[in-house]
Nanobody, 126 residues
Framework: VQLQAFGGGSVQAGGSLRLSCAAS????????VGWFRQYPGEEREFVAA????????YYADFVKGRFTIFRDNAKNTVYLQMISLKPEDTAEYYC????????????????????WGQGTQVTVSS
């Protein structure tokens, strides 16, 4: 499966953005999906994950209540809705997919994911 992440941009603190992760090549509904972010020179860190069915989600503590991950399998797309953005949310954001035979499993470790999209930059100014 090929992934394409888009929707990043520049916003002021308190603003909102919606990132999209569009998949092609295989049926997306069999993949659990995660969003990660990366600061320059640092490892990618987990942001949010969703099971292949969309029925189970999980968030890093620093985004709980501000970010929402959801998916539309009919459109082969997973979204990350981000509100109340903070300058510390500035990073390159990546989506990743893991082929999952279980509908309600999510993954939080980067090494669990087999496929990665290119990053999309999010910049939040104070």
């Amino acid at each position: 499966v090929q992934l394409q992440a888009f929707g990043g941009g520049s916003v002021q603190a308190g603003g909102s953005l919606r990132l999209s992760c569009a998949a092609s090549g295989r049926t997306f509904s069999v993949y659990a999906v995660g969003w990660f972010r990366q600061y320059p020179g640092e490892e990618r860190e987990f942001v949010a994950a969703i099971s292949q069915s969309g029925g189970v989600t999980y968030y890093a503590d620093f985004v709980k209540g501000r970010f929402t991950i959801f998916r539309d399998n009919a459109k082969n797309t997973v979204y990350l809705q981000m509100i109340s953005l903070k300058p510390e949310d500035t990073a390159e954001y990546y989506c990743a997919a893991h082929f999952s035979g279980t509908s309600n499993i999510y993954y939080t470790r980067a090494l669990d994911y087999d496929y990665w999209g290119q990053g999309t930059q999010v910049t939040v100014s104070s």
